[in-house]
């Protein structure tokens, strides 16, 4: 099969499409046949050695994807050859087949597609995770999204809504605004780090954000929590800035508030019951039509290093996805 793949820990740069082998599905595990392979930031961690976890090299980034069961592990009952599914791979989706864990793959409706699957999986399975296992997200509550232009903001956005929230979208640019606006969301803030902090504290009449969904971490996320409203919740989901911040310990005493960190990998392979619950929730929206993906650029397999490049650039409104076969 051809797959692309990291032999030198680097940039999309490195990236190279050929032959690959892959394994028959050991215990718990499946085989897939991928149509179609989400791409999100961690993609371009996991290239460079900079993630929560390392595979060995070689190996193919992607952490979701949809497609047909190709083979089943010894032990699993659940599936068969020819199921449609989605699967939470953590790695190994960029290529013409990939091996899940049987626990976080899912089969889906008749009516969901296979393109619509690969764009909600980890994106929306970390947002829903992040706002109603983690924040307990209150209908009427306010929702501060940072980075809420991209694929993980864009779903925060989207579930933040259908959870009944007033959702404030927080980004950079003009165009990056009009679009969190087509994506539902109720307030608009042009951010900077200078300006985030009073521009939420203005939005809610002084009181701050109830949950603050922070994906860009770097000097944002203090600025960001220095307004949350008293019980406030802040959601670490990640590090888009590249750097890691460091909060002044005595801010969570004085404002009662958390720092609550969001891992769905942690999630789904501790969790699988819960998981697989929240993502039924996931696919029953998308059959029904409250969910609709935001598909910002559609890529062949063999050039996956430009999605990669285009997620990398901050250049994406929604989701980056790949067309594999």
Partial sequence: MKAVLIEELG?????????????????????IEVKYAGVNFPDSLIIRGKYQ??????????????GIIKEVGPDVTEFKPGDRVASGTSWGGFAEE????????????DNVSFRDAASVLMTHGTVIHALKDRAKLQPGETLAILGASGGVGTAAIQLGKILGANVIACTSTDEKLAFCKKVGADILHKYTIENLKSGIKDLTGGKGAD???????GGYSEQAFRAIAPMGRHLVIGFASGSVPAIPWNLPLLKSASITGVFWGNFFRNYPKENKENIEELFLRL????????IDSEYPLKEASYALHKIESRNVLGKTIIKVS
């Fill in 98 to 109: 990939v091996q899940g864990f049987a626990f976080n793959t899912h089969k889906l409706p």
């Fill in 53 to 66: 976890f390392q595979p060995d090299l070689p190996f193919s980034p992607g952490g979701e994807v949809s």
């Fill in 11 to 31: 940039g999309p740069e490195k990236l190279v499409f050929r032959d690959h082998k892959i394994e028959p599905p050991g215990p718990g595990r499946v085989n």
């Fill in 287 to 294: 059959q029904n039509g409250e969910l609709i993906p935001h």
């Fill in 211 to 217: 949950v603050i969904f922070d994906a860009v971490g």
